[in-house]
Structure formats: structure tokens, C-alpha cells
């Protein structure tokens, strides 16, 4: 069964960065679609979708909300995701999760995610 660990949030400065990183154990990553998604306070309910890749990492999708400044990377070789997270704004505070699909192409429905990390908090400050 494959577990999935984030790291690297943390509190930050508006207009600052922070990478997050996943790793993957118990299987192959190269068997997974990945995608990072965020739960925002107050929203519960809700998980936004962040950004997506397939399995070679060839093929990205981003939300209108964070293009151009976050990217989506992989590298199956060392079973890891990362999402580097540029030009930050307090709207981006949440918890990060990273999660994987066994569809090894885009998806951005979150119901095809069936495995979730514990997730990790990026606090941005103004």
C-alpha cells in the first residue's frame, strides 16, 4: 500500500517561497498520477486543487489561481513530488496535502485521488 509523506511548510512572508516536497513509499511513484491539493481555513469541506502531473511528470495542469507561480515536479527515481510555491499571498494559507491517482495521466478530479498524505501548513503572512 502506498503512504505518502509532506514536508517543507512553514510560515512565511508575503512575496516569499517555500518547496514543498512528498515522498512516496510502498510503491512505485511512476504507477501514479500526483497532485497537490489545499484546504483553506474555514473551508473544511473543501479541497482545492492545486496542481496535477502524470506519471512521467511530462504533462502538468495548474489552477488559474496559483499559475505562474507554483510548479509541480517529480522524480520517480527517488519517489518524490515537490511543489515549489513562489510570490506567495496570504490567500495562499492552508494545509498542502499531496495525493495520488492511479490514473497515470491529468486528472483533476479530486475523487479519482484515493491516497492523501497527512498534509503540511504554509501560513502566509502579510
Known amino acids: 500500500q502506498v503512504q505518502l509523506v509532506e514536508s517543507g511548510g512553514g510560515l512565511v512572508q508575503a512575496g516569499g517561497s517555500l518547496r514543498l516536497s512528498c515522498v512516496v513509499s510502498?510503491?512505485?511513484?511512476?504507477?501514479?498520477?500526483m497532485g497537490w491539493f489545499r484546504q483553506a481555513p474555514g473551508k473544511e469541506r473543501e479541497r482545492e486543487l492545486v496542481a496535477t502531473t502524470n506519471w512521467s511528470g511530462g504533462s502538468t495542469y495548474y489552477a488559474n489561481s496559483v499559475k505562474g507561480r507554483f510548479t509541480i515536479s517529480r522524480d520517480n527515481a527517488k519517489n518524490t513530488l515537490w511543489l515549489q510555491m513562489n510570490s506567495l499571498t496570504p490567500e495562499d494559507t492552508a494545509v498542502y496535502y499531496c495525493?495520488?491517482?492511479?490514473?497515470?495521466?491529468?486528472?483533476?478530479?479530486?475523487?479519482?485521488?484515493?491516497?492523501w498524505g497527512q498534509g503540511t501548513q504554509v501560513t502566509v503572512s502579510s
Open positions: 495525493a495520488a491517482t492511479l490514473v497515470s495521466g491529468l486528472s483533476w478530479v479530486t475523487d479519482d485521488y484515493r491516497t
Open positions: 510502498g510503491r512505485t511513484v511512476s504507477r501514479y498520477g
